[in-house]
Structure formats: structure tokens, C-alpha cells
């Protein structure tokens, strides 16, 4: 699918990707989830599908989190407070950290749980405030919500088939 270029094809995009994925997360045995078998998002380390998954989740509830503080008129720390933009993979570490205690299940119930806010938070928008004006930087909203959603999910989802392939898991 090509790089969205407005609300409907942003719309389009995420839910397509997120479908998906949750097509490749439905068919994983639950006791493989822990295992630090992926390469990781950082350099050199390796993450589970439960880190996988709450990388997805926490880059989610940031979108939120920048959206809220944005329609308040509150600064945002780009990309979150305590993060530099060459420091994601750290940041990645965050997110592992944040969802630890989560289960498999549960961390696909806050996955979808945030893609639905997203999603409602994009409905609520019209085309210009996605993609006509700059939200971020030079980057308009609808982009900053691309690429924190519809193309890490279509990244894990590719990781999750290459894992699958190793492991000979259909």
C-alpha cells in the first residue's frame, strides 16, 4: 500500500496493516511470547513478541498522548519527554519496560484498544487538519500518525512472518 496521502487512505492504511498483523499475533502460541527471539529496535538486541507488541502500544498511546496535549495547547516533548529523536531505540526500551507485567492477551487488548482511539481520533479530524497544515515540524499530522501506526504495524507483521519462518510456525 502506498504512503497514505489523506484521511481516507490513512484510514484505509492502518486499518488494513492492523488487520494484519492481528492476523499473524492470532496464530502465535501464547508460550512463545517471552521468548527474546526477534531482533530488537535497537542494535545488537533481541526482543519477544510481547516486547513487539508493546513497542506498538507505546508508540500508540504517545500519538495520543501528543494529540491531547496539542488540543489543549500544551507544549509537546518530541518524542517524549526525556527522548532525543536519535535515541528511539532507547526509547523502544521504555516501552518494553512500561508493558512488562502484561500477558500476551493483554497487551493485544491495549493494542487495539489505542488503534480504536486512534482510528476515532482521526474521524474526528477533517483533511486539512491530517494533511494540509504542519502539526510537527514540517510534518503534518496524518503523517506523524503513519508513521506510528500503519507502517510499524505492517513492520511487525513482516518481522512476526520472518520469526514464523524460522521457528516453522504457520
Not at 496464530?27 to 507488541?53: A, W, Y
Request: glycine share 4%.
Amino acid at each position: 500500500m502506498a504512503i497514505p496521502k489523506d484521511k481516507e487512505e490513512l484510514v484505509e492504511a492502518i486499518v488494513d496493516n492492523y488487520k494484519k498483523l492481528t492476523i499473524e499475533l492470532s496464530t502465535i502460541p501464547t508460550d512463545l511470547t517471552t521468548n527474546k527471539e526477534l531482533e530488537g529496535h535497537s542494535k545488537n538486541t533481541l526482543m519477544s513478541i510481547n516486547n513487539l507488541v508493546a513497542y506498538l502500544v507505546g508508540w500508540g498511546q504517545l500519538v495520543l498522548k501528543w494529540n491531547n496535549k496539542k488540543s489543549k495547547g500544551l507544549d509537546v516533548d518530541f518524542p517524549e519527554t526525556g527522548y532525543k529523536w536519535n535515541e528511539l531505540g532507547l526509547l523502544a526500551q521504555k516501552f518494553y519496560k512500561d508493558y512488562e507485567k502484561d500477558d500476551f492477551k493483554t497487551l493485544n487488548k491495549k493494542l487495539n484498544k489505542t488503534t480504536t482511539e486512534i482510528l476515532k481520533i482521526i474521524e474526528s479530524k477533517t483533511n486539512k487538519e491530517l494533511y494540509e497544515m504542519a502539526w510537527y515540524d514540517k510534518w503534518t499530522f496524518g503523517k506523524m500518525i503513519q508513521l506510528n501506526t500503519s507502517s510499524p504495524f505492517k513492520n511487525a507483521k513482516d518481522r512476526i512472518r520472518k520469526w514464523k519462518k524460522i521457528k516453522q510456525l504457520k
